[in-house]
């Protein structure tokens, strides 16, 4: 099963666990809109997309009806814990409202990351409402001062990353069809609805800690258990090392 496999390889606690599968994150994960097979190598795209999600699950913020982009922003760096879960492993925050000078111009990214296992830096652009195709120049910018500015020469290039309330996904493509930075766009929920016909097609918390357990006792009769230690939860639901439940790679 795709979430015991998940589980195993990234340390999941059973709260950790339970959101994934509440989110729905294998229907979720390398769903975003990107032009990365234009502009990265096929590894380096392959990966990128894989990475990226959507849409992402905010459901851990508690923002009224007419929130600003700022508001946003100051939640998720509040809540940054949380943040770095829902984006997954190997995400490390820079900072946010990065500041970028530009032909003697001030510039301000309002999050950056650095994906240790991409090697590349993440710019995430916040938005409050549906995408538009301006959206995509201005991060195409972003991206181009990143890596003139920042990157070091052994980094991957750097991605660009859109965050909306909603979007059209035919308009997203045909935005992001011609740049030739690798930048992405999602759309991101402050609620976490799952449909009911989705419910009941999803192992329950029981079945998976079963299905782990069973793993668990195979790898140790043939003797890889060691390999594993300090990562596989226990008949508790807890893992043995709580600090994997935010581990980078």
């Not at 229907?27 to 999600?53: V, W, Y």
């Not at 959507?54 to 760096?77: C, H, K, M, Q, S």
């Not at 900072?95 to 000078?101: I, K, M, T, V």
Request: charged share 25%; hydrophobic share 40%; glycine share 6%.
């Amino acid at each position: 099963m795709w979430y015991v496999q998940q589980t195993i390889q990234h340390g999941w606690s059973r709260n950790i666990l339970v959101h994934q599968i509440e989110s729905k994150l294998y229907h979720r994960q390398g769903k975003a809109t990107t032009n990365f097979n234009r502009t990265l190598p096929q590894a380096q795209s392959e990966l990128a997309q894989q990475l990226l999600k959507d849409p992402y699950t905010f459901d851990f913020l508690n923002l009224g009806e007419d929130f600003l982009e700022r508001d946003l922003e100051r939640a998720l760096i509040k809540h940054i814990r949380d943040f770095l879960i829902e984006l997954g492993v190997g995400f490390a925050f820079v900072g946010s409202q990065y500041h970028l000078e530009v032909g003697g111009e001030d510039f301000y990214i309002d999050l950056l990351f650095y994906h240790l296992r991409l090697r590349c830096y993440v710019v995430i652009d916040l938005k409050v409402e549906e995408f538009k195709p301006k959206y995509s120049g201005k991060m195409n910018f972003y991206v181009s001062a990143v890596d003139d500015l920042l990157r070091h020469p052994d980094d991957q290039p750097t991605i660009g990353m859109i965050l909306c309330k909603s979007k059209n996904k035919v308009i997203a493509e045909y935005s992001l069809r011609d740049m030739h930075k690798p930048i992405g766009v999602s759309v991101y929920q402050l609620k976490d609805i799952l449909p009911e016909a989705l419910q009941g097609n999803l192992p329950t918390i029981e079945q998976l800690e079963a299905e782990l357990e069973t793993i668990t006792k195979i790898e140790l009769g043939l003797g890889l258990g060691a390999k594993f230690e300090g990562k596989i939860i226990d008949p508790l639901g807890e893992t043995v090392d709580e600090q994997n439940e935010i581990k980078q790679d």
